[in-house]
């Protein structure tokens, strides 16, 4: 029986003990493949190394079942993050297993052999398509094939799929770094910028890669993201910064004022210091030296304390919490999107704020009148709830009911950037940056204390029901400014417009 493809050697000068030769294989059998109806005047080819003849066929019919998720990603995408995440919530937040068993052993890279390390080339299996194949059923399975080369049946099975682009001068530099250090590659960086640009470094055509599934965007069963997406803070977050005396108490809490100077320091509004004083299903009650738990909001708040801890959980509930700028938005967009079977059409059509309450928003935020609390309580079951409160405010019967609780820490000083410029644009600060980092390390901005709100979510890290989280860096979004020439940055800019002529699709840069 033929081939489905052609295969044609090319010269290279990015040969390296990873890749030590490539090939270009061309697609000539359209069956099933989804863009045929699309037109083109030419067949889907693409560059991947010499040892791919040997696995082509192998890969084109490759058994696909219906309950498979499959993560696809050109290289440097964000594939490790998404296929982490896509796993954990498949899998009920299964954190034990998630920190003993290796991810690649859990999510399977269906074509690891073509990428042998150069350091070291005898740990990775002979034939990982045939490790795909075998894995228990549902397999959740990675590749960086271009659509064309990827198995047939992923067009007429239609298993979940989730796709990642990202912008190509990111992706470059952080190409570039891989090649090194993992492909062995010693060219210098213009050589392989040259051979991005012209399509010849592996897995190329680069731009392609993204537009294709780009094409697919608005199949129920595809979801397309953008590593720039899950990456930026939301900016919708209104919430209110500051420090505290004047004393009141009420049932669980006492309130202290704060300082009549904040006017003077920058801010525009008035905060509480909070303080939990009924530990009664604190689930650090007595088993963590930590100190005793406040938190600066919004006086607003002292109208919603006991309404909070008194909010009624359903052991269905997926609740996300983090300190702002933690990565929220990113961690609610996925989770609901997973939680929903890949549902992107209704989380295109609604917004996150519907599908995903913040809950606190109308207790803190001054010029917000909606109840937040209220609505959370009402939405639709399984509900996703969003806060930043601190663990002794959140409701109490989150520690009896124990719904799952997805926790994401990111580290103290990206935060303190970013909460800064947060409070400037959307809080209304008027103050410098040394004063805003200056209250912050003292624990006088909304929802401080920074480190105690992560270190208690870390003390229950090991509990079955709670997912602990680290926000994922480097990528930054725009870092190849750092090492990008404006000279390859312009002409990134160019081949990007020229590839992606008559799409709608955007790469993103900010």
Known sequence: MASAFTITDIETDLACPGASSFVQIQLNELTDYPLVSTGGSTLPAAIVPAKFRNYADQVRDFRVYDDDVWIVTYPKCGTTWTQEMVWLIAHDLDYQTARNVN???????????????????????????????????????????????LPRQLWTVKPRIVYVARNPKDVAVSYLHHYRMIMGYRGTKEAFLDGLLEDRVMFCPQIRHALDFWTLKDEPNVLFLT???????????????????????????????????SSERGYNFRNTLVQLTDLTDNPLGGRHNLPPAAMFVSSKYRNYAERVRDFRVYEDDV????????????????????????????????????????????????????????????????????????????????????????????????????????????????????????????????????????????????????????????????????????????????????????????????
């Open 103 to 149: 991810l690649n052993t859990r999510s399977h890279f269906l074509e690891y052999d073509l990428e042998r390390s150069s350091k070291a080339p005898n740990k990775i299996p002979v034939d990982t398509v045939a490790v795909a194949a075998s894995m228990k059923r549902p397999r959740h399975i990675k590749s960086h094939l271009p659509m064309a080369l």
């Open 227 to 261: 590593y720039e997406s899950m990456r930026r803070s939301f900016n919708g977050d209104r919430v209110a910064c500051t420090p505290a005396p004047t004393r009141k108490q009420m049932a669980s809490f006492t309130f202290t004022d704060a300082p009549s100077d």
């Open 319 to 510: 609740w996300i919490v983090t300190f702002p700028k933690s990565g929220t938005t990113w961690t609610e967009e996925m989770v609901w999107l997973i939680n929903h079977d890949l549902d992107y059409e209704t989380a295109r059509n609604v917004k996150l704020n519907t599908r995903s309450t913040f809950l606190e928003f109308g207790a803190i935020a001054d010029r917000y009148d909606v109840d937040t609390i209220a609505l959370a309580a009402n939405s639709e079951r399984p509900r996703q709830i969003k806060s930043h409160l601190l663990l002794p405010l959140l409701p109490r019967q989150l520690w009896t009911v124990r719904p799952r609780i997805v926790y994401v820490a990111r580290n103290p000083k990206d935060v303190a950037v970013s909460y800064f410029h947060h409070c400037q644009t959307l809080v209304g600060y008027r103050g410098d940056r040394g004063a805003f980092f200056d209250d912050l390390l003292n624990d006088r901005i909304t929802f401080c204390p920074m480190i105690q709100h992560v270190l208690s979510f870390w003390a229950l890290k090991d509990e079955p029901n709670v997912l602990f989280l680290t926000f994922m860096r480097k990528g930054i979004v725009g870092d190849y400014r750092n090492e990008m020439p404006e000279e390859y940055s312009e002409r990134f800019d160019q081949f990007v417009a020229e590839q992606t002529a008559g799409s709608d699709f955007k790469f993103d840069y900010e």
